[in-house]
Protein backbone atom coordinates (compact mmCIF):
# COMPACT_ATOMS: atom_id res chain seq x y z
CA UNK A 1 0.00 0.00 0.00
CA UNK A 2 1.13 3.47 -1.10
CA UNK A 3 0.01 7.19 0.01
CA UNK A 4 1.57 9.58 -2.68
CA UNK A 5 1.85 12.76 -1.04
CA UNK A 6 0.19 16.30 -2.78
CA UNK A 7 3.93 16.96 -3.45
CA UNK A 8 3.73 13.95 -6.04
CA UNK A 9 0.28 14.96 -7.52
CA UNK A 10 1.07 18.61 -8.04
CA UNK A 11 4.48 17.60 -9.53
CA UNK A 12 2.68 14.68 -12.11
CA UNK A 13 -0.85 17.16 -12.88
CA UNK A 14 1.51 20.26 -13.02
CA UNK A 15 4.08 18.76 -15.15
CA UNK A 16 6.64 19.56 -12.87
CA UNK A 17 10.44 18.65 -13.59
CA UNK A 18 9.88 15.60 -11.47
CA UNK A 19 6.72 14.64 -13.09
CA UNK A 20 8.09 11.58 -14.54
CA UNK A 21 9.21 10.35 -11.36
CA UNK A 22 5.75 10.21 -9.80
CA UNK A 23 4.26 8.49 -13.02
CA UNK A 24 4.05 5.04 -12.50
CA UNK A 25 2.81 5.89 -9.09
CA UNK A 26 0.08 7.88 -10.42
CA UNK A 27 -1.02 6.30 -12.96
CA UNK A 28 -1.12 3.05 -11.07
CA UNK A 29 -3.44 4.21 -8.84
CA UNK A 30 -6.18 1.99 -7.43
CA UNK A 31 -8.35 1.56 -4.12
CA UNK A 32 -6.41 -1.74 -3.49
CA UNK A 33 -2.84 -0.34 -3.64
CA UNK A 34 -3.13 3.59 -2.71
CA UNK A 35 -4.53 5.37 0.10
CA UNK A 36 -4.85 9.09 0.32
CA UNK A 37 -6.22 11.59 3.38
CA UNK A 38 -9.37 14.14 2.33
CA UNK A 39 -6.81 16.50 2.84
CA UNK A 40 -4.86 15.54 -0.02
CA UNK A 41 -7.82 16.13 -2.39
CA UNK A 42 -8.20 19.99 -1.17
CA UNK A 43 -4.25 20.53 -1.75
CA UNK A 44 -4.01 18.97 -5.41
CA UNK A 45 -7.81 20.65 -6.43
CA UNK A 46 -6.58 23.84 -5.12
CA UNK A 47 -3.16 24.13 -6.19
CA UNK A 48 -3.92 22.47 -9.83
CA UNK A 49 -6.83 24.82 -10.38
CA UNK A 50 -5.26 28.11 -9.16
CA UNK A 51 -2.08 27.06 -11.82
CA UNK A 52 -3.15 25.12 -14.27
CA UNK A 53 -7.44 25.43 -14.72
CA UNK A 54 -10.45 23.88 -13.98
CA UNK A 55 -10.24 21.43 -16.61
CA UNK A 56 -6.68 20.20 -15.65
CA UNK A 57 -7.62 20.02 -11.57
CA UNK A 58 -10.99 18.23 -12.83
CA UNK A 59 -8.97 15.75 -14.27
CA UNK A 60 -6.64 15.27 -11.18
CA UNK A 61 -9.74 15.30 -8.94
CA UNK A 62 -10.70 12.13 -10.82
CA UNK A 63 -7.45 10.16 -10.79
CA UNK A 64 -7.57 10.69 -6.89
CA UNK A 65 -10.66 9.02 -6.59
CA UNK A 66 -9.08 6.30 -8.25
CA UNK A 67 -7.47 6.07 -4.80
CA UNK A 68 -8.88 4.80 -1.41
CA UNK A 69 -9.90 8.25 0.23
CA UNK A 70 -9.76 8.33 4.28
CA UNK A 71 -11.98 10.80 5.37
CA UNK A 72 -10.21 13.43 8.57
CA UNK A 73 -12.14 11.75 11.95
CA UNK A 74 -11.82 12.91 15.34
CA UNK A 75 -9.28 9.81 15.74
CA UNK A 76 -7.19 10.60 12.86
CA UNK A 77 -6.81 14.04 14.08
CA UNK A 78 -6.03 12.99 17.82
CA UNK A 79 -3.05 10.58 16.27
CA UNK A 80 -2.33 13.82 13.45
CA UNK A 81 -1.81 16.50 16.59
CA UNK A 82 0.14 13.67 18.29
CA UNK A 83 2.48 13.45 15.12
CA UNK A 84 2.81 17.43 15.25
CA UNK A 85 3.65 17.73 18.05
CA UNK A 86 6.33 14.50 18.07
CA UNK A 87 7.62 15.86 15.15
CA UNK A 88 7.27 19.40 14.57
CA UNK A 89 4.84 18.66 11.26
CA UNK A 90 1.98 21.15 10.27
CA UNK A 91 -1.21 20.33 10.12
CA UNK A 92 -1.56 18.89 6.48
CA UNK A 93 1.76 17.03 6.78
CA UNK A 94 0.77 15.81 10.15
CA UNK A 95 -3.04 14.37 8.65
CA UNK A 96 -0.84 12.57 5.67
CA UNK A 97 1.85 10.68 7.68
CA UNK A 98 -1.02 9.96 10.30
CA UNK A 99 -3.08 8.76 7.26
CA UNK A 100 0.15 6.87 6.06
CA UNK A 101 0.34 5.17 9.78
CA UNK A 102 -3.17 4.21 10.35
CA UNK A 103 -3.02 2.46 6.71
CA UNK A 104 0.22 0.66 6.86
CA UNK A 105 0.99 2.67 3.52
CA UNK A 106 4.31 3.93 2.05
CA UNK A 107 4.77 7.39 2.19
CA UNK A 108 5.50 8.50 -1.31
CA UNK A 109 6.54 12.09 -1.68
CA UNK A 110 9.75 14.56 -2.44
CA UNK A 111 8.41 17.57 0.43
CA UNK A 112 11.52 18.18 2.85
CA UNK A 113 9.42 17.75 6.24
CA UNK A 114 9.45 13.94 5.51
CA UNK A 115 12.80 13.26 4.29
CA UNK A 116 14.62 10.64 6.90
CA UNK A 117 11.29 9.71 8.44
CA UNK A 118 10.13 5.98 8.95
CA UNK A 119 8.78 4.20 5.86
CA UNK A 120 9.08 7.33 3.84
CA UNK A 121 10.18 6.84 -0.10
CA UNK A 122 11.63 10.08 -0.55
CA UNK A 123 11.44 10.93 -4.42
CA UNK A 124 15.11 13.39 -4.66
CA UNK A 125 14.36 16.79 -6.52
CA UNK A 126 16.53 17.00 -9.57
CA UNK A 127 19.28 19.81 -9.20
Known sequence: MILVDSYGW???FGDGPLAGKYASYIEEVREENTVIPAIVVYEVYKKIRRDRGEEKALEAYAQLLRAKVIPVDASLAL???DLSLKLGLGMADALVYATA????????TSDEHFKGFENVEFI???E
Open 79 to 81: EAA
Open 101 to 108: KREGAKLV
Open 124 to 126: EKE
Open 10 to 12: IEY
